[in-house]
């Protein structure tokens, strides 16, 4: 366990880099545009590092496990029906993964919207129209009928690559929101099995101080019993009580976390609180990970990280969007035209000359807009360099979440072992306190410090417990666990523009 987590900080800057230079070139190379902005993507500081470093995995045959199979379904490992039950509920009816899949589907309409602006537009004009003017009016005194039937048509020709720019923006907006809704079922997956995890400790805990109490309420009895017949002063006795009172104190505040965390669990689930009632409410161990799972964790795993391709899609969003601005220094094409039939009282619409059409080519071009539009092609580019340090912050804020998920599971097994040998060295105090109290060896002092001791760290040693298994539900989030791509995710994102 050492060994990998060591070996992990000696490539952990590595992985940053790699990670940057590999998604980052991709970027570049869709978008074509990153070199020529002056951008950061192409820089031999990212690309040249990455080369000399390598990104270490300190076994390869388990890291071969970790497969983005296996990183989507990882509770699975945990072996607990009930979580994993609770898990793929949130992820069916959670209100906020509602609304992420309503912002994708926006999205994928504003697509559709950019994608026809390619194409021609077709209308139909179509009218009828009847008139009289009377002689007093100067007319002729009888009426007339005008009919017209026809189509009108209008296309703007993308020489330059305008509109095919805004729609790859459009297109890596798509994928950014996908890459959104991905990201919310790994913080929705990963924040119902936190806090399943502590609705598991917390009824550890309860256990654990209710068994703790009888104990001291057995003390008060006895020292009560010894005091009423003389055998013993009022000292021991008040000394059982205020232990007594601290155990019982500590109580209603695990019960009201308890029902905090149901309802919180509820919420998540997208029912309404207290309807989990029923189904929580049984005691039953906290979930646990086994230890060989932590070994040989690839440190390419963290390219499953959804929040770093969506912070790479709207970076490549942004270049199109900069590269369809420059566009428009450029002149436009149209082509309109029309095509219809007219008749009135001289004919019908399908005979003689009623037949009537006109095409009108067009080109705009730009000659003076006050710097507007170099304006707004520089506005473009400071916010396309936004984007990129943006996406550079996530990568390193990614790393760094694994090493801490990594650091602190390695630090908490330490502590979770010391805390289980001073917990059963309280207990065997606690006998020998005992015993030399019934033998009037020692006073009820040391019974009393005995019974704290083991109160105090069989609570830490039930905490240290859950955190263990917290902390491994946290290092999958930081892997990025817990999707997986839709087919039609996949689908849009293997059409080009």
């Known amino acids: 366990m050492t060994v990998t987590v060591r070996y992990f900080y000696k490539y952990a800057a590595a992985l940053a880099l790699a990670v940057l230079a590999a998604t980052g070139a991709q970027a570049a190379q869709k978008e074509g545009a990153a070199v020529s902005a002056g951008m950061r ?28 199979e296996k990183l989507a379904d990882w509770w699975d490992s945990f072996d607990d029906p009930v979580m994993t039950a609770l898990i793929k509920r949130s992820l069916e009816k959670n209100r906020d993964l509602a609304a992420a899949r309503a912002r994708v589907t926006e999205a994928r309409a504003a697509l559709g919207i950019n994608r026809a602006a390619l194409l021609p537009w077709l209308d139909t004009a179509n009218f009828w129209s009847s008139s009289r003017t009377p002689l007093a009016a100067g007319g002729t005194g009888s009426g007339g009928n005008l009919y017209r039937l026809g ?20 297109q890596a907006t798509l994928e950014a929101q996908y890459a959104a809704l991905y990201s919310t079922w790994v913080s ?35 020292q009560q019993s010894k005091t009423d017949s003389g055998l013993s002063d009022n000292l021991a006795l008040k000394q059982a009580q205020y232990t007594m009172e601290q155990t019982k104190a500590m109580i209603p505040s695990v019960e009201s976390a308890l029902e905090q965390t149901k309802n919180a669990l509820a919420i998540l689930t997208g029912e309404i609180p207290g309807t989990l009632e029923e189904e929580l409410s049984d005691k039953k161990p906290i979930p646990r990970l086994e230890d060989r799972e932590y070994v040989g964790i690839p440190a390419n795993a963290i390219r499953q990280r959804p929040d770093i391709r969506q912070a790479e899609r709207l970076l490549a969003a942004q270049l199109a969007r900069k590269r369809s601005a420059q566009t428009d220094l450029l002149p436009k ?32 071009w730009p000659i003076f807009h006050a710097g507007a539009i170099r304006s707004n092609i520089k506005v473009q580019g400071a916010v396309a360099e936004q984007l990129l340090a943006a996406y550079e912050q996530t990568v390193l804020a990614a790393v760094g979440e694994v090493r801490d998920a990594l650091y602190a599971n390695m630090r908490e ?85």
Not at 189 to 207: G, H
């Open 188 to 222: 929705l997956s990963s924040e119902v099995a936190v806090n399943y995890i502590s609705l598991r400790t917390l009824q550890e805990r309860l256990d654990i101080a209710n068994h703790n109490l009888r104990l001291q309420e057995d003390t008060v009895e006895i």
């Open 151 to 170: 189509l009108d048509a209008s296309w703007e020709i993308d020489i330059f690559g305008g509109q095919q720019a805004k729609v790859r923006a459009q």
């Open 41 to 68: 993507l192409g820089d031999t500081a990212w690309t040249e590092l990455a080369r000399i470093y390598p990104i270490g995995a300190s076994s390869p045959d388990i890291s071969a496990e970790l497969t983005p």
């Open 333 to 364: 094409f149209y082509l309109t035209g029309s095509i219809g039939t007219e008749a009135g009282n001289w004919g019908g619409l399908f005979e003689g000359p009623a037949k009537l059409y006109s095409l009108l080519p067009q080109i705009s």
């Open 413 to 497: 097994y330490e502590r979770n072992a010391s805390l289980k040998r001073g917990m059963e060295a309280a207990q065997s105090a606690l006998e020998v306190a005992n015993e030399k109290y019934a033998n009037g060896l020692v006073d009820f002092t040391n019974v009393i410090n005995a019974q704290r001791s083991l109160t105090s760290l069989s609570e830490e040693y039930t905490i240290s417990s859950g955190q263990i298994s917290t902390n491994a539900v946290q290092l999958f989030k930081a892997l990025g666990g817990g999707w997986r791509p839709l087919e039609e995710a996949v689908a849009a994102a293997e059409v080009k523009w």
